[in-house]
């Protein structure tokens, strides 16, 4: 007889800044062992999860998984000019979080460009490791260190329930980026709406790009102001540049001029996507083929980001119905980095029931 659903919240510190946690070893392997499938969710917009076929090619090995993620980390450094570290620029905050709130953007910038998923799964199996891996772990100001949280769904089946299409309207600019939890379009309201009419209580919703939207991608992050419309864009509309003045190239010679700096830049590049697809293990033929394309459009090819993500429905306490899971700053985000047709872009909703 199949084994309901069943939900665990694991609660754990990270002990370093950038840290690869496996989450099965905080699980009970009793829990995995009931289950063929497992979805582990991560509720914050800085640490996250590599997809199950990333972490094979990894050979589901810590050190790779840091490998990795190493290059992004040196194309988005530590303690640049962001804008959204400028913490006196930030209307949201208050004087005392200014005194407290890390300044990250690098991790935010990580997360999104190395592809790290808030929700992903795998086979429900102890013995395999499930890496979450927290890009700001601790404040690199205060040293306070992280609490985090991830839940895990352990399931049977998953049953999709219900397909349909929504419009997002994007701007007339180039660059742009909408979040999906903005109250006005009212995506929430209608998916909520459409759980409760098909009686998900638990499962996912999965939202995706179809074929004919290019130029895009998905992420879920914090949709603060400052990182989206400034620090995100600033990376899509000319990575070179990007790397130019923020990248650790500048070090290698501080009189450069802009030009040479980003001649600079253009060699960082390419030396990154190197590291990236070696870590990977891939041909090459591979490697030469990602670099020519990496120079052409450096943000659709270089930069990992996501055409779907995935959101966890688990039971609302208070009325027993199928609620979409998000951590406090987390929200699905829409990025185009060309102009869309008719200023909207289509996405591809899929509801999914755990059996």
Not at 146 to 156: A, H, N
Request: charged share 30%; net charge negative; aromatic share 6%.
């Amino acid at each position: 007889m199949p084994t309901a659903p069943s939900q665990l919240t694991i609660q754990f510190q990270p002990k370093r800044r950038l840290d690869v946690i496996d989450v099965n070893r905080h699980v009970e392997n009793d829990f995995l062992q009931e289950y063929h499938r497992a979805l582990y969710c991560s509720h914050h917009t800085t640490a996250g999860f590599l997809e199950e076929t990333i972490c094979n090619r990894l050979d589901r090995c810590e050190d790779q998984v840091q490998e990795f993620i190493s290059p992004f980390r040196e194309l988005f450094p530590f303690g640049a000019d962001y804008q959204h570290d400028q913490l006196h620029l930030r209307k949201e905050l208050s004087p005392e979080q200014r005194h407290t709130e890390p300044r990250n953007a690098d991790s935010h910038l990580t997360f999104i460009g190395s592809g790290l998923e808030n929700c992903v799964t795998y086979p429900s199996d102890p013995s395999r490791p499930v890496f979450f891996v927290d890009l700001d772990g601790i404040n690199k100001d205060n040293r306070d260190r992280r609490k985090r949280q991830t839940t895990v769904i352990g399931y049977d089946e998953e049953r999709v329930v219900d397909e349909t299409e929504l419009d997002v309207p994007v701007s007339n600019h180039r660059i742009d980026s909408v979040s999906l939890r903005d109250p006005r379009l009212g995506i929430f309201d209608q998916l909520h709406e459409l759980l409760a009419e098909r009686d998900i209580q638990t499962g996912r919703v999965v939202i995706d790009l179809p074929t004919g939207e290019k130029h895009a991608g998905l992420t879920v992050n914090e949709y603060e102001t400052l990182l989206m419309k400034h620090d995100l864009a600033e990376v899509l509309r000319d990575p070179l540049q990007f790397m130019a003045e923020k990248g650790r190239n500048m070090l290698r010679d501080p009189g450069a001029i802009p030009g040479k700096a980003k001649n600079y830049a253009k060699y960082d590049l390419v030396r990154l996507v190197n590291k990236v697809v070696d870590t990977l293990g891939l041909s090459e033929s591979i490697v030469e083929r990602v670099i020519d394309k990496c120079l052409a459009v450096p943000a659709e090819r270089f930069l990992r980001m996501k055409r779907s993500v995935s959101l966890l429905v688990t039971p609302d306490e208070s009325n027993g119905e199928g609620t979409i899971v998000q951590g406090r700053y987390q929200s699905p985000i829409l990025v185009q980095w060309h102009k869309a047709n008719a200023q909207q872009r289509r996405l591809r909703v899929r509801l999914t029931r755990f059996e």
